[in-house]
């Protein structure tokens, strides 16, 4: 059986605090018709539908994909809602590749929406992923735990917080040219340094966005690639890793994983690399888009994806290593987490201008010559992650 898996369609929202004229199903099916009509496709030629979804508190709707059945097609069709935090846009693109694989579909529509901003207090319900009796009354918070794993990471390898700040600089400057994200400008270093303390070290300019949009993908098997699309980005190398729930179990010697220099990435991405065929990230791979909420993550992203040891990725981001030209991999063209995080399909969008890339279907943000791009997310305090491996051509299937 022909087990190639290729991305048919793509489609995304801009980016923004607040999507005040349309509702959540009206985003979400907006996001698929999209996708059809970028993929050429009807309803009728999609086998199932698989919905990105994070917390729905953020909104005041319990169980938000019943809701948006019938606006996103899916009615008549299997359906299956994927929630991992953070990761769950790549969760679901995950989710949807084991779909055609398996030849159980042969083709699947991953759609999704996000209306964070309508809760007043966003850390509030992102504060219930710690444990109520340990974690949660430290106060243990999103932005304090990261504040910590910036701390230590810095103090492992001799960085500061001004390397921190180069990252936004590159960022917003990046997001520049992208029209979907939420971000972007001509910062500076002192922009950043001025910036309000939120948690030391991360300042205001350090954390993403609370982003409110929409995004939707069509992934197909061989014979729907044919019909549909001239042009298609191959899904080759697909992987996710599960820590342990209790941040403790992260921070010492016995643990599974390091939590400040995140080894978990690592051992998705690896797995990912193997089963894409990809043997030298350096050579092989020309854009990534890292789920990097904060300054700090992209960083130790980059050194356990393979494109450069631990504590060096902010000494060589010095040097425009990481520029879309020139550089030693194009990292976030399109601005990244950073500029723009819409949590229930962040990890989608990563995948959506990963995808685009490699079918030269980026726009603005386009950059030369894209064989092979590489996308990540992780969720749940870095408890979930993915990465996923888009290709020019397909890889040989592995097992």
Not at 4 to 21: I, M, P
Not at 182 to 208: F, N, Q, R
């Amino acid at each position: 059986m022909d087990q190639t898996v290729a991305v048919l369609g793509t489609w995304q929202s801009d980016f923004r605090t607040q999507v005040n004229e349309l509702t959540f199903v009206e985003q979400a099916q907006v996001a698929a018709y999209g996708a059809y009509r970028a993929a050429g496709m009807t309803p009728d030629d999609v086998d199932a539908v698989v919905f990105s979804l994070a917390p729905t508190f953020f909104m005041g709707v319990a169980d938000a994909d019943r809701w948006a059945v019938e606006s996103v097609f899916a009615a008549g069709k299997p359906i299956f809602r994927v929630h991992t935090g953070g990761a769950t846009g790549g969760s679901a693109v995950e989710a949807a590749y084991t779909l055609v694989r398996s030849g159980m579909a042969r083709s699947v529509l991953i759609v999704g929406a996000e209306r964070i901003a309508e809760t007043p207090d966003a850390q509030k319900v992102l504060n219930l992923i710690f444990d109520p009796f340990y974690e949660r009354d430290m106060p243990l918070s999103t932005n304090s735990l990261m504040a910590l794993r910036a701390t230590a990471y810095l103090h492992r390898h001799g960085l500061t917080q001004e390397d921190m700040a180069r990252v936004v600089v590159r960022a917003r400057r990046n997001a520049m040219k992208n029209p979907h994200a939420h971000l972007k400008g001509e910062v500076t270093i002192d922009d950043v340094m001025k910036s309000k303390m939120i948690a030391w070290p991360l300042k205001l300019y350090d954390i993403c966005p609370r982003s409110s949009g929409s995004a939707a993908m069509i992934l197909g098997n061989t014979e729907m690639a044919k019909r549909f699309c001239s042009r298609p980005a191959f899904l080759n190398g697909v992987a996710s890793v599960t820590d342990t729930y209790w941040m403790g179990d992260r921070l010492v010697p016995s643990g599974e994983t390091d939590l400040i220099d995140y080894t978990l990435i690592g051992r998705a991405v690896r797995e990912s690399y193997r089963r894409a065929g990809i043997r030298d990230p350096r050579k092989d791979i020309q854009v990534t888009e890292l789920y990097d909420p904060y300054s700090f993550n992209c960083s130790t992203k980059l050194e356990q994806a393979g494109f450069c040891s631990p504590g060096t990725a902010m000494r060589l981001e010095r040097e425009g290593a990481w520029e879309c030209e020139g550089g030693i991999v194009a990292v976030n063209p399109s601005g990244g987490t950073l500029c723009t995080n819409p949590i229930a399909v962040t990890g989608l969008v990563r995948c959506i201008d990963a995808a685009d890339q490699v079918m030269v279907r980026a726009g603005p943000i386009q950059v030369k010559n894209v064989r092979n791009a590489l996308a990540t997310s992780s969720g749940g305090a870095g408890q979930f992650v993915s990465s996923l491996v888009f290709g020019a051509e397909p890889a040989a299937v592995s097992h």
